[in-house]
C-alpha cells in the first residue's frame, strides 16, 4: 500500500525558530512535493522536486527551502518561522509517467502554529 | 493559464439526497482533471480522474464525474449521500501539459450530510 509519511501531526514553534518537516514515502516515488493549506485557499505548491538533489520553486517559495538528500525524503525548512507560516502543510509524491505523475498520493498533513 | 474554481465553499444535503459539487476550469492546453476528498484530520486521498478517455468518470465510493469540454466542467456527483461522505472535496487540473506533473487545486467545497 502506498504510503507517505509526515513526521509531525502537529507542531508548535516560536517565531524566528529554524523548523524542519519531514516527509517520507516507501513507494520509489521520483517526484515529490510540499504545498501549504489555508481555509478558502485551497493547496498552494511551494516547493517539489522531480529527483535527488533537485528542486524547483513551486507558487509561494518565499520563506522557505527544501531539501532531498535521498529519493525517499523531501524536507521542508522554515528559515525563520513567522506567524504568517502558521498553516497546514502538506507532503505528496507521484511517480513517472503520463499519467502516473499527475496521481499525488499525500500525507496526513503537518498542523504547524508559530507563535 | 490554468485555473480552477469550486462553486460553493460549503454544500449541505440531507441523507440519502443528491450530492452535487460544481468545479469549473480553464486550461489552454488539454487538460487531466482529478477530484481529491479529504478527510477530517488526513491528508487527500484521490476520488477520481479524468485523463482524455472516457468523459464520464467513476471513482470510490459511488461518485462519478462528467467532463463538458464545451463547459468547461468537471462537477463531481453522487444519487444518494451517506453520513461518511462528510469531507472536504478538492478539484484539481494539470498544471501546463500533463508533463509537468504539477497541479492547481480549487478552493474546496466542505460538504456537510445532515442525517
Known amino acids: 500500500d502506498v504510503k507517505v509519511t509526515q513526521s509531525s501531526r502537529y507542531l508548535v514553534k516560536r517565531t524566528g525558530e529554524k523548523v524542519f518537516l519531514e516527509c517520507v514515502q516507501d513507494?520509489?516515488?521520483?517526484?515529490m512535493f510540499w504545498y501549504r493549506q489555508d481555509p478558502g485557499l485551497g493547496l498552494r505548491l511551494i516547493y517539489f522536486?522531480?529527483?535527488?538533489?533537485?528542486?524547483e520553486k513551486g507558487d509561494i517559495p518565499e520563506g522557505y527551502s527544501v531539501s532531498r538528500e535521498k529519493k525517499e525524503r523531501f524536507s521542508l525548512i522554515l528559515e525563520s518561522a513567522s506567524t504568517n507560516q502558521t498553516s497546514m502543510y502538506l507532503c505528496?509524491?507521484?511517480?513517472?509517467?503520463?499519467?502516473?505523475?499527475?496521481?499525488?498520493?499525500f500525507g496526513a498533513g503537518t498542523r504547524l502554529s508559530v507563535l | 493559464a490554468q485555473s480552477v474554481t469550486q462553486l460553493g465553499s460549503h454544500v449541505s444535503v440531507s441523507e440519502g439526497a443528491l450530492v452535487l459539487l460544481r468545479c469549473n476550469y480553464s486550461?489552454?492546453?488539454?487538460?487531466?482533471l482529478f477530484w481529491y476528498v479529504q478527510y477530517p484530520n488526513q491528508g487527500l486521498q484521490l476520488l477520481l480522474k479524468?485523463?482524455?478517455?472516457?468523459?464520464l468518470v467513476k471513482g470510490i465510493t459511488g461518485f462519478e464525474a462528467e467532463f463538458k469540454k464545451s463547459e468547461t466542467s468537471f462537477h463531481l456527483t453522487k444519487p444518494s449521500a451517506h453520513m461518511s461522505d462528510a469531507a472536504e472535496y478538492f478539484c484539481?487540473?494539470?498544471?501546463?501539459?500533463?508533463?509537468?506533473?504539477?497541479?492547481?487545486f480549487g478552493q474546496g467545497t466542505t460538504l456537510q450530510v445532515k442525517p
Open positions: 486550461s489552454s492546453v488539454p487538460p487531466y
Open positions: 505528496a509524491s507521484t511517480r513517472s509517467g503520463s499519467v502516473a505523475k499527475n496521481i499525488q498520493y
Open positions: 513507494m520509489d516515488h521520483e517526484n
Open positions: 479524468y485523463t482524455s478517455a472516457a468523459t
Open positions: 522536486s522531480y529527483d535527488v538533489k533537485m528542486k
Open positions: 484539481a487540473v494539470t498544471k501546463g501539459s500533463s508533463n509537468t506533473g504539477k497541479l492547481i
